[in-house]
């Protein structure tokens, strides 16, 4: 086995575990107080924190940009012939 699978059949069995062992009624609030099972917060967080895990973690989709002439095969201009000014200072 991979280590991948290794780790996602730990942390369902982690998350099971948790989940089962939460089954009381807790108050919640959401835009009025509720009785929700603890079951079902930890497990809509965990589903929250999956997803989000999932797309911050997916490989970015490149641009392709379009090459041009230049970019192929880049053309260098000849050596221009130092100015006698410019021969004088460097000397």
Same mark, same amino acid.
């Given at each position: @086995?991979? +280590?991948?699978?290794?780790?996602?059949?730990?942390?369902?069995?982690?998350?099971?575990?948790?989940?089962?062992? *939460? @089954?009381?009624?807790? *108050?919640?609030?959401?835009?009025?107080?509720?009785? #929700? &099972?603890?079951? %079902? #917060?930890?497990?809509? @967080?965990?589903?929250?924190? %999956?997803?989000?895990?999932?797309?911050?973690?997916?490989?970015?989709?490149?641009?392709?940009?379009?090459?041009?002439?230049?970019?192929?095969? &880049?053309?260098?201009? +000849?050596?221009?012939?130092? !100015? &006698?000014? !410019?021969? !004088?200072?460097?000397?």
């Amino acid at each position: @086995m991979r +280590a991948k699978t290794i780790i996602i059949i730990i942390i369902t069995v982690l998350v099971t575990v948790i989940l089962m062992k *939460n @089954m009381d009624e807790v *108050n919640f609030w959401i835009f009025g107080t509720r009785s #929700v &099972p603890k079951l %079902a #917060v930890l497990g809509i @967080m965990f589903f929250i924190g %999956a997803v989000v895990g999932f797309l911050l973690g997916r490989p970015r989709k490149k641009q392709q940009t379009e090459k041009t002439d230049q970019q192929i095969s &880049p053309t260098f201009e +000849a050596k221009k012939p130092l !100015d &006698p000014a !410019d021969e !004088d200072y460097i000397n």
